[in-house]
T-cell receptor
Framework: GAGVSQSPSNKVTEKGKDVELRCDPISGHTALYWYRQSLGQGLEFLIYFQGNSAPDKSGLPSDRFSAERTGGSVSTLTIQRTQQEDSAVYLC?????????????FGPGTRLTVL | KQEVTQIPAALSVPEGENLVLNCSFTDSAIYNLQWFRQDPGKGLTSLLLIQSSQREQTSGRLNASLDKSSGRSTLYIAASQPGDSATYLCAVKSGGSYIPTFGRGTSLIVHP
């Protein structure tokens, strides 16, 4: 079956521009996570969606970052007025639910480069 | 706050060796622990998930153990192959949190 997909796979943008990153989770998965992975760093949690509940935005690094999840499926991560320090790989993961033993399945990531 | 540490950060072994990767965590009240591999430029692939009530899980040449009381998990790879070369990460989901905490990973190179 189809896994988690992300688009674009690569994005190069100029400092100050806005970017949108898309994540298509596995069908039926109610939990969706966004992470950021910078060179030489571990995975940094950004935001988490569970069904129709209010998202946990506690990991967003600044108010330039926002995310939506429409219809409990596709999610979009938006970064406004991009800065060079935003350059990283942005990973999306989904799981059947958020509690207990459920396995997280990751997408291939979007590599963002801010010039 | 849960903290996850992986040792060693990097490992290089000849093909055929059995090896152990370590993951330690500070808060033993966990829901589960998951091991992933990440190939360069790729996302994470789940290898094994151990629930808090379990002691170990096995898949092929991989065996993961969990000792909550000591805050440790090990990933054992038998008869390593060059195709096992990747970064291995562990992630701990703690009680009361839906957000897993990831270690920084162990970068493994298996040379022919």
């Amino acid at each position: 079956g189809a896994g988690v997909s992300q688009s674009p796979s690569n994005k190069v943008t100029e400092k100050g521009k806005d970017v949108e990153l898309r994540c298509d989770p596995i069908s039926g998965h109610t939990a969706l996570y966004w992470y950021r992975q910078s060179l030489g760093q571990g995975l940094e949690f950004l935001i988490y969606f569970q069904g129709n509940s209010a998202p946990d935005k506690s990991g967003l690094p600044s108010d330039r970052f926002s995310a939506e999840r429409t219809g409990g499926s596709v999610s979009t991560l938006t970064i406004q007025r991009t800065q060079q320090e935003d350059s990283a790989v942005y990973l999306c993961a989904s799981s059947l639910t958020s509690g207990g033993p459920d396995t997280q399945y990751f997408g291939p990531g979007t590599r963002l480069t801010v010039l | 706050k849960q903290e996850v540490t992986q040792i060693p950060a990097a490992l290089s072994v000849p093909e055929g060796e059995n090896l152990v990767l370590n993951c330690s965590f500070t808060d033993s009240a966990i829901y589960n622990l998951q091991w992933f591999r990440q190939d360069p430029g790729k996302g994470l692939t789940s290898l094994l998930l151990i629930q808090s009530s379990q002691r170990e899980q096995t898949s092929g040449r991989l065996n993961a153990s969990l000792d909550k009381s000591s805050g440790r998990s090990t990933l054992y790879i038998a008869a390593s192959q060059p195709g096992d070369s990747a970064t291995y990460l562990c992630a701990v989901k703690s009680g009361g949190s839906y957000i897993p905490t990831f270690g920084r990973g162990t970068s493994l190179i298996v040379h022919p």
